[in-house]
Nanobody, 126 residues
Framework: QVQLVESGGGLVQAGGSLRLSCAASGRTFSYYVMGWFRQAPGKEREFVSAISWRGGNTYYADSVKGRFTISRDNAKNTVYLQLNSLKPEDTAVYYC???????????????????WGQGTQVTVSS
């Protein structure tokens, strides 16, 4: 079992920044891939970013590449998502997820992830 708790969401103006955190507990955090997804109202959940078990490998959706940065601190059992140059279209509930099946394969498919947090709302005003 893995428990994931996101924090750091909020309301920000376009061009602003936020840092999302996801604290994990349960199984050894450093052994698995972590991902971030988001879901806007009326839309399907979409992949944002993922990071390998020791942070050496990352992957981003084209829509956030160059603006968002994923990182992890295994000593703190936490994964982060730094959101810069935010746009109104980034407004969504952001979820972190854990893929316990691999340490290095970064999947963009939500079905590959075994555990999910409850989400944190990010709202970007124009």
């Amino acid at each position: 079992q893995v428990q994931l708790v996101e924090s750091g969401g909020g309301l920000v103006q376009a061009g602003g920044s936020l840092r999302l955190s996801c604290a994990a507990s349960g199984r050894t955090f450093s052994y698995y891939v972590m991902g971030w997804f988001r879901q806007a109202p009326g839309k399907e959940r979409e992949f944002v970013s993922a990071i390998s078990w020791r942070g050496g490998n990352t992957y981003y959706a084209d829509s956030v590449k160059g603006r968002f940065t994923i990182s992890r601190d295994n000593a703190k059992n936490t994964v982060y998502l730094q959101l810069n140059s935010l746009k109104p279209e980034d407004t969504a509930v952001y979820y972190c997820a854990a893929d316990l099946n691999t340490r290095a394969v970064l999947s963009t498919a939500s079905g590959a992830y075994d555990y999910w947090g409850q989400g944190t709302q990010v709202t970007v005003s124009s």
